[in-house]
């Protein structure tokens, strides 16, 4: 029977867990102090913790890190790391660095089951969803894990389809107890889920990223099947309900499509849509993958559609095309692995 993992426990579960071993109060301090600080490489590796303590914890628990299988590394510094979460079960992580920056895109769940037209992970269908300790572990097992200044779950999957563990994930990375960041270090990307995006608000202090990629409704449906469940209108509603004041931040991800998307009309909606919503609009090229018929606008249309949103008074800018050398499209590499293992 597989055992448990350690990695990944929150506070309060590992209060639970000690209590249950008869371990002392101070060992929750021990444990996540070895977890998520001093980076242990096995339980027996917890040396202030009696050894029958440790005994009992190997009884019911793995640690539970996993090193990435394979790295890609672009010309241009991007690096993408593989890891294997099951049997026939890969996910991705992009480490992105920029400067005075360096960028972790992680992933909460192994394919994806909303089935957006542009998306390679959605072609993987839904696998499973990513535990609290996966979801850390691509940031705890990264080679380049301190000089990591900002966090983005945008990888693969709908984050606020398996919003527990993202919270989770989230608390371990931002409690004092934890790794300690700043949640203004950490942006949460959705598709849309009404419910659990207002529950993500509410429980957490991280920034919020929506992907929109068309202001009409008739267009939305025909590229992101979620447009059936959770309407625009709705949606944009939900947003403008929600207090994010001076430090939080609301942003809207735009890919741009060729004869679809990019037009002066669209321009205007998105004026009208957003209207008194004080946010940014991140416009991306699209990176092409199989078996899409969506073709990506070129670079004089992606910088004509930014002046006009800007002109607009909407602030926005142009996502910079990363790794495009390495499978940049996120869903690629663990596709590849996929069919080849």
């Not at 539970?64 to 890969?90: E, I, W």
């Not at 089951?113 to 072609?123: A, P, S």
């Not at 966090?151 to 934890?178: C, H, Q, R």
């Not at 991800?253 to 004080?278: C, M, Q, S, W």
Request: glycine share 6%.
């Amino acid at each position: 029977m597989k055992k448990e993992e350690l990695f990944g426990k929150t506070w309060d579960e590992l209060v639970i867990i000690c209590r249950e071993l008869n371990m002392p109060k101070y060992a929750v301090r021990q444990v996540t102090d070895w977890l998520y600080k001093k980076s242990v490489t096995s339980i027996d590796g917890m040396t202030n913790l009696a050894a029958e303590y440790r005994e009992a914890l190997k009884e019911r628990f793995d640690l539970g890190l996993t090193p990435p299988m394979k790295v890609q590394v672009s010309a241009d510094g991007t690096k993408k790391y593989l890891f294997q979460t099951g049997p026939n079960r890969y996910v991705e992580a992009a480490y992105i660095p920029d400067e005075d920056r360096a960028t972790l895109c992680i992933s909460s769940q192994v394919g994806c089951k909303m089935g957006c037209l542009f998306c390679m992970t959605g072609k993987q269908g839904f696998q499973a969803n990513l535990t609290p300790g996966e979801i850390v572990n691509q940031i705890h097992s990264l080679p380049e894990r301190e000089t990591l200044t900002n966090i983005v779950y945008m990888g693969m999957g709908e984050p606020f389809d398996n919003l527990e563990a993202v919270l989770k994930s989230i608390e371990i990375l931002t409690a004092e107890w934890g790794y300690g960041w700043s949640p203004r270090r950490i942006t949460v990307s959705t598709i849309g889920i009404i419910p659990s995006m207002l529950s993500f608000l509410e429980r957490s202090q991280a920034h919020l990223a929506v992907s929109l990629h068309t202001p009409f409704e008739e267009e939305r449906r025909k590229i992101m099947p979620v447009e059936q469940v959770y309407p625009l209108p709705e949606l944009i509603k939900a947003v403008k309900s929600w207090d994010f004041g001076r430090q939080r931040r609301i942003s809207f991800e735009y890919i741009l499509f060729k004869d679809f998307n990019d037009t002066p009309k669209h321009v205007k909606e998105l004026a009208r849509l957003l209207n008194g919503l004080r946010c940014r609009i991140n416009l991306i090229r699209f990176h092409p993958i199989p078996g899409t018929p969506l073709e990506g606008s070129d670079d004089q249309a992606i910088k004509a559609f930014k002046d006009a949103l800007n002109e607009k008074g909407i602030l926005t800018t142009i996502r910079a095309s990363r790794g495009q050398d390495i499978y940049a499209a996120c869903g690629l590499l663990s596709t590849k692995e996929l069919l080849s293992s």
